[in-house]
């Protein structure tokens, strides 16, 4: 978490877009609660979950820049 604390307000000050994978849902669990309620970011996630036409959706919104997306998490 140190490390995304220092890189990403650096990252996205530069207009770039962050994508992290994890293994784990767990683990993007933890990432996800950081980066909205600590860091306040703009997060898409896929994992298991995400029905087919959501993760979709949730790929065009990324690539697109819509709502100023920022982390995108992936399982």
Do not use: T
């Not at 849902?25 to 950081?34: R, S």
């Not at 036409?53 to 820049?65: E, T, V």
């Amino acid at each position: 978490m140190l490390l995304l604390a220092k890189l990403l307000p650096k990252l996205r000050a530069e207009g770039r877009k962050v994508l992290i994978f994890s293994q784990f849902v767990i683990m993007l669990n933890v990432l996800e609660d950081y980066l909205k309620d600590h860091c306040g970011y703009p997060v898409e996630r896929i994992d298991g979950s995400v029905s087919g036409r959501d993760r979709q959706q949730a790929i065009d919104r990324f690539s697109k820049g819509k709502l100023a997306l920022f982390d995108y998490l992936l399982v």
